[in-house]
């Protein structure tokens, strides 16, 4: 002890939290590694299919489908600049690349908001459950976000896995945290009026809170995807495939060609799933409502 | 003031028909130990003295409302008008105390057969409307009969109808957002009313509507009351609203109800100086009324008599003029000291050819203010009658402007303590007692 506190200069014993996460880390590799394995599989089979129905056809009939998507939610410039943006990654020859990280993202981000979501309503219904999940958010948000990479790769080596994990991680924070503002933000009168016509909780849930907190869960939403494409990025560190592989490569070799190539195919995806998610918000009833003037 | 009671509802006692809503001591204190808190109240401590054991929002209210009857609660904000409403229908749990709406006590029921109670029983109007906003306003005043799971036809069916009965007939497919304030409270008023429940909570439901807006609300209320024969208990800070809608009104202070009582008692007989505070500034001649300021005339005459008696009767009271009844004491006319005196001396034997049957009489129910221009045209006490057209009082023109100004008889300290809030709380509750303890 002594030693080691000579070893820092200080006097304050060495504290061994790093090992200590370690050991449990392995701990669980030994003792769960038929549900990691589980899992393994559970995610590897859906990314592959993802990653099937957007690479299979040709580029210009995917490059349609989302353009077509940004169309509909939005208008025709964004369809048109779609088009263009995802011909430019055609072009730069990245477009496998960003199908590969697409299905990450939309895997990731599924998984991410169908934890974070019901995690976020049921923070918002009970006090207790809000205290414990505000801090571990804090902290899973803070943590430095390869950090996550290290025990998921311990876990479940390489592949597409251990970076669709660390990127739920590393991307559901705002998908709780905007869902239990947007509910505790509804209006408690209107709450209120639900209750006092006979309502159940339950239907007041579905016919009262979501609905009316839906823009800002919206926004939650696009949060945790532009969250999951950057993180999506840096899981290319672990050879989680994708545009982050062609990123880390370019870093390696010093290509200035190949990193703004990958980096300018990152930003095409980043901004149309930008645009589509914050145009989805706006379509939702409630929002829609609130613009009616008279 | 021996103003004739005898035509207006006696505060705490409904005639006879068994209430729509009874409230008994109930209590209700936000904070961690509620039980502790209404233990202490109970025992005699003050508001201020169970701060730490939380905020008494409702200290022992107790009340009936008849069916049929506007009952308003009035009171500064914070006094716990919100906190008291909000029991009426469970969405607040009382921390002690009964209330009962029909047959079924809240304290007793379960989840599903408040849920029952409340779809079925009692629906409320919210202050700031409460509407859903993504929902057309159809489906908005739908929106009570969706939860009772009423079919689609049907309920937009009544919806239609009570829409059309706050006039709103032709925004049915309109979102509240492209409303203004009435209109949205409109809806509110549309929604409660198609639900089709007996009693009505109304929470401040004007308040967020600007003056002119409000009185028509008022006078809409009203009308639907009169046409739907609804139990509405409502809550507002304005006075002069209180007194136009209310049949009786419970005057809130800092949790406690310190007077329940027709507007007229309210005004003419405040229970303690906060009370007499609060009405100092309302429009009085609105909502006082020929009864409520009338006396018993000294002298009352009867056709059948005669001359002699009316002089000898007039000379004793000190009157020049006494009004003249039959037997059932419908009004028949006046006599003057100066034509009966003559008479006495002429032998006239009966009264009734000496009687000026030209008075001006004024129904019992006429506002004070529309007593002054009958007041000015004659130089005797106006006559005040019943339906029946039966002799009820009289008002003497000094009478009259003196009911127009706030009784004052409270000493100026205690009046500044009342205006700025610091009168102790015993003050209010010793006087108090006698009007709350007097449950039906
Ligand atoms: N949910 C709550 N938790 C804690 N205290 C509360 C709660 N609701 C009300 N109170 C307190 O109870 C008291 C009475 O509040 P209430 O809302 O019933 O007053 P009010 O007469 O309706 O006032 P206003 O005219 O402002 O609406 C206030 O002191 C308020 O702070
Ligand atoms: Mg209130």
């Not at chain 1, 998507?69 to 072009?91: D, M, N, Q, S």
């Not at chain 1, 025990?151 to 597409?160: A, D, Q, R, S, Y």
């Not at chain 1, 990123?247 to 010093?254: D, E, I, K, M």
């Not at chain 2, 009313?193 to 002119?212: G, I, K, N, R």
Request: charged residues 20%; hydrophobic residues 50%.
């Amino acid at each position: 002890m002594i030693a080691t506190a000579s070893d820092t200069g200080t006097f304050v014993p060495r504290v061994e939290l790093g090992a200590w996460v370690e050991s449990a880390i392995d701990w669980m590799t030994d003792t769960f590694d038929p549900v990691f394995d589980a899992v393994k599989t559970f995610f590897e089979s859906i990314y592959d299919g993802l990653e099937w129905v957007l690479s299979t056809p040709p580029f210009f009939v995917v490059a349609l489908v989302l353009a077509a998507l940004a169309f509909w939610v939005k208008g025709w410039k964004l369809g048109v600049g779609t088009l263009l943006g995802f011909c430019l990654v055609a072009g730069m020859n990245q477009w496998d690349n960003a199908m590969e990280s697409l299905a990450l993202v939309i895997l990731a981000s599924a998984v991410a908001l169908l934890l974070g979501i019901p995690l976020g309503i049921w923070a918002a219904r009970n006090a207790h459950v809000s205290r414990v999940v505000r801090p571990v958010l804090d902290f899973m948000q803070t943590m430095p976000a390869f950090v996550y990479l290290i025990p998921t790769v311990v876990i479940f080596l390489t592949g597409p896995v251990p970076g669709i994990i660390a990127t739920v991680i590393f991307a559901i924070a705002p998908g709780v945290r905007f869902t239990e503002l947007g509910i505790r933000q509804v209006d408690a009168e209107v709450v209120e009026a639900g209750r006092a016509f006979g309502s159940t909780d339950r239907r007041i849930l579905r016919q009262i809170q979501i609905p009316l907190a839906m823009p800002t869960i919206m926004a939650g939403i696009n949060q945790v995807i532009m969250l999951a494409l950057s993180m999506v990025v840096i899981s290319g560190m672990v050879g989680a495939g994708g545009l982050g592989n062609d990123v880390v490569a370019a870093l390696q070799r010093v290509d200035v060609a190949l990193g703004f190539e990958a980096g300018l195919a990152v930003v095409i995806l980043a901004i149309f799933l930008d645009r589509v998610t914050a145009a989805l918000a706006d379509r939702a009833p409630v929002a829609k409502a609130l613009r009616a003037t008279r | 003031m021996t103003a004739d009671t005898s035509t207006t509802p006696t505060p705490d006692q409904p005639a006879g028909v068994a209430p729509a809503v009874s409230v008994r001591g109930v209590y209700k204190v936000f904070g961690p130990k509620p039980a502790e808190a209404v233990r202490r109240l109970r025992a005699g401590a003050s508001r201020d003295e169970v701060k730490n054991l939380g905020t008494a929002a409702v200290i022992d209210a107790s009340f009936d409302v008849a069916p049929g009857e506007i009952f308003v609660v009035m009171g500064l904000s914070g006094s716990g008008k919100s906190t008291l409403i909000r029991m009426l229908n469970g969405l607040w749990t009382p921390s002690a105390g009964d209330v009962v709406l029909g047959d079924a006590n809240l304290a007793t029921v379960d989840g599903k057969r408040l849920r029952e109670l409340r779809r079925t029983r009692v629906s409320m109007v919210f202050q700031h409307f409460a509407l859903l906003p993504h929902r057309s306003v159809l489906d908005n005043a739908a929106y009570p009969l969706e939860i009772q799971g009423i079919g689609k036809a049907e309920r937009q069916r009544r919806a239609s109808e009570a829409l059309d009965m706050v006039g709103l007939g032709g925004w049915a497919e309109s979102l509240p957002s492209q409303l203004s304030g009435g209109m949205r409270q409109r809806v509110g008023l549309a929604r409660a009313l198609a639900a089709d429940t007996d009693v009505l909570l109304m929470d401040e439901a004007f308040s967020a509507l600007d003056p002119l807006i409000r009185s028509e609300m008022q006078e809409q209320l009203l009308e639907l009351q009169a046409k739907l024969g609804k139990t509405i208990i409502f809550i507002t800070h304005d006075l002069n609203e209180a007194m136009h809608l209310g049949d009786r009104i419970a005057v809130m202070r800092d949790g406690r109800i310190v007077q329940i009582g027709t507007a007229e008692q309210i005004l003419s007989d405040p229970a303690n100086d906060y009370v007499e505070k609060f009405v100092a500034d309302v429009d009085r001649s609105r909502v006082l009324t020929a009864a409520s300021v009338m006396q018993r005339p000294r002298v009352t005459l009867s056709i059948g008599s005669g001359p002699r008696l009316a002089a000898r009767e007039m000379r004793d009271a000190d009157v020049t003029s006494a009004y003249v009844v039959d037997r059932t004491r419908v009004l028949k006319g006046l006599v003057h000291a100066e034509a009966a005196v003559p008479a006495v001396r002429e032998g006239v034997e009966k009264l009734e050819g000496l009687v000026d049957p030209d008075v001006v009489a004024v129904h019992q129910d006429t506002p004070l203010a529309e007593l002054f221009a009958p007041a000015a045209g004659t130089s005797v006490p106006l006559a005040v009658v019943d339906d029946g057209g039966r002799l009820v009082g009289i008002v003497p023109r000094v009478t009259l402007l003196e009911a127009m100004a706030p009784a004052d008889n409270g000493d100026g300290s205690d009046d500044a303590e009342v205006a700025d809030g610091t009168a102790p709380d015993g003050a209010a509750v010793e006087t108090t007692a006698p009007t709350e303890g007097a449950p039906a």
